[in-house]
């Protein structure tokens, strides 16, 4: 684990390799916190082994993690259906979270995603991007049932972080289109690629792809 702030340049999220750049810095620091080994076929999504994260609540996972305020863990959302265990899933800052299925018999079944890995499982869930995203125009992040209704929490806002929310609703809109395969074999480079377009448009050097994130809109 880098010992302090990561050097100017370098991406955020590096995790095992695999998705480099496809998260941020919050998602950097729950990938060293625990040990995770991807799941087969799910390109960007991890499972642990951790005795102990099986009987912790999502946000008392995060919090075991060093994540806790709206500075790393951002909108959440609950998902309830019909014959299934209650998922709680949770954004972190810049990118990529946690998902976790929540059992009958009170453990609970946490999943690590990259930004991409998100996106995926959301589309798969026929959830939008926004229902995890503060509203463009406040600070509110939403948390939404089955039914579609939603209450609100607070979140912060950042031109960085405006940038991710763009590349992944832009992912998301894309990925209907797509057939499985094509979602597995392209939703990391999706991700990466929208968040260095959104960054330069934002007036910030997309960190780990441009350079040191800057806000030029005044």
């Not at 005795?51 to 995060?62: F, W």
């Not at 377009?197 to 050097?205: E, K, L, M, Q």
């Amino acid at each position: 684990v880098w010992p302090g702030p990561l050097p100017q340049g370098w991406p955020r999220f590096w995790g095992d390799g695999q998705y480099v750049g496809d998260g941020g810095e919050a998602l950097q620091r729950f990938w060293s916190a625990l040990v995770w080994k991807e799941i087969r076929n799910c390109p960007g999504r991890y499972t642990t082994k951790d005795a102990a994260a099986r009987g912790e609540a999502p946000m008392a996972l995060l919090r075991r993690c060093g994540l806790e305020g709206p500075q790393a863990a951002g909108g959440g959302v609950q998902v309830l259906l019909d014959g299934k265990d209650p998922i709680v899933l949770r954004r972190l800052r810049g990118g990529g979270g946690l998902l976790t299925y929540c059992r009958p018999s009170g453990l609970f079944v946490h999943t690590f995603n990259t930004e991409s890995g998100l996106a995926r499982k959301l589309d798969a869930l026929g959830i939008s991007a926004h229902a995890v995203l503060p509203d463009a125009g406040s600070a509110d992040a939403a948390v939404v049932v089955a039914d579609g209704e939603c209450q609100s929490l607070s979140a912060v806002f950042d031109s960085e972080e405006v940038a991710s929310q763009a590349a992944l609703c832009g992912c998301i809109a894309v990925l209907p289109f797509l057939l499985d395969r094509e979602k597995n074999a392209s939703a990391c480079a999706l991700v990466v690629a929208l968040h260095r377009t959104a960054s330069a448009r934002a007036g910030v050097a997309l960190t780990g792809c441009v350079g040191i994130a800057h806000d030029t809109t005044g």
